[in-house]
């Protein structure tokens, strides 16, 4: 399986993007896939969680802000991230969960910045 994440860039503070992440392969379906998102000298850390069946699950930091949702047919995960804080200024990467991680694809970079 390959993950290719992407809508990245650069937004103002309470700004708003979308991630998406397409994996290749017919498994994915069947799988619960999470967010995570690693900042400049840190480790990577888990944002969200989508089970196979829609299932939603946020850390703390981005309940309220972030939407993790998936659309079986096109083998896509997305993020739609609002309020965005400088914080939240990371490489953003999808990957399954509960299980062996698939190989990480590069991420997609978010910069919150004025």
């Known amino acids: 399986v390959q993950l290719q994440a992407s809508g990245g860039g650069l937004v103002q503070p309470g700004g708003s993007l979308r991630l998406s992440c397409a994996a290749s392969g017919s498994i994915f379906s069947t799988y619960a896939m999470g967010w995570y998102r690693q900042a400049p000298g840190k480790q990577r850390d888990l944002v969200a969680t989508i089970t196979h069946v829609g299932g939603t699950i946020y850390t703390d930091s981005v309940k309220g802000r972030f939407t993790i949702s998936r659309d079986n047919a096109k083998n896509t995960v997305y993020l739609q991230m609002s309020s965005l804080k400088p914080e939240d200024t990371a490489v953003y990467y999808c990957?399954?969960?509960?299980?062996?991680?698939?190989?990480w694809g590069q991420g997609t970079l978010v910069t919150v910045s004025s």
């Open positions: 990957n399954v969960r509960f299980t062996r991680p698939w190989p």
